[in-house]
């Protein structure tokens, strides 16, 4: 699987935009990205994914750039319910494709 | 979206005991399923991926005898931590895919304590 890199940490005003940046410079052809967050002690929750285009959902959106090297995650009005770590992961879609994380990004909302 | 359960939610055992953890896909049938690790401010590490019917496949370093893997049905997939020791003491994390969706989904984790 391709590996991504995000930024360690970042902050965010309540109600403000939060963009999170992801770079998948070797991401495959076949190959998803996918956004989960990690609220502490508990299991990944899933936000959205994309192949090519750009997607919204009533979470989040997710742009992907046209060389799908990278891809920025929004989310339009952060709360503090925000705060979490982000994870950024390109896989392939199937049903046996494992999902390797990385160390993510620690999103602090503030108010 | 699809719902992955595990139970217990935590656990805290003695060393040299065994502790089990299922992981169940509640409205959907997984052949695949996957088993992850996380220790204290670490990210989430696989450990091996449980085949429906067949033998798990397990992520190098991975002790295949310590953490026992059984898939015995399309939705339940078992850890068996044996012989546990205070090393072991982590999160530990399933999930599965839903044919009918790209993305898996997770349970809400186990946290194993080993004294």
């Known amino acids: 699987d391709a590996k991504t890199t995000q930024p360690t940490s970042m902050d965010c005003a309540e109600g403000r935009a939060a963009n999170l940046p992801c770079n998948h410079s070797?991401?495959?052809?076949?190959?998803?990205v996918y956004w989960y967050r990690q609220i502490h002690s508990q299991g990944p929750q899933y936000i959205i994914h994309?192949?090519?285009n750009n997607e919204t959902n009533e979470m989040a959106s997710l742009i992907i750039t046209e060389d799908r090297k990278s891809s920025t995650l929004i989310l339009p009005h952060a709360t503090l319910r925000d705060t979490a770590v982000y994870y950024c992961i390109v896989s392939p879609g199937g049903t046996a494709s494992k999902l390797t994380f990385g160390t993510g990004t620690r999103l602090q909302v503030t108010l | 979206g699809a719902v992955v359960s595990q139970h217990p939610s935590w656990v805290i055992c003695k060393s040299g005991t065994s502790v089990k953890i299922e992981c169940r896909s509640l409205d959907f049938q997984a052949t695949t399923m996957f088993w992850y690790r996380q220790f204290p401010k670490q990210s989430l590490m696989l450990m091996a991926t449980s085949n429906e019917g067949s033998k798990a496949t397990y992520e190098q370093g991975v002790e295949k005898d310590k953490f026992l893997i059984n898939h015995a049905s399309l939705t339940l997939s078992t850890l068996t931590v044996t012989s546990a020791h205070p090393e072991d003491s982590s999160f530990y994390i399933c999930?599965?895919?839903?044919?009918?969706?790209?993305?898996?989904?997770f349970g809400q984790g186990t946290r194993l304590t080993v004294v």
């Open positions: 994309g192949l090519k």
């Open positions: 070797t991401i495959s052809g076949n190959e998803y």
């Open positions: 999930s599965a895919r839903d044919g009918g969706y790209t993305e898996a989904f």
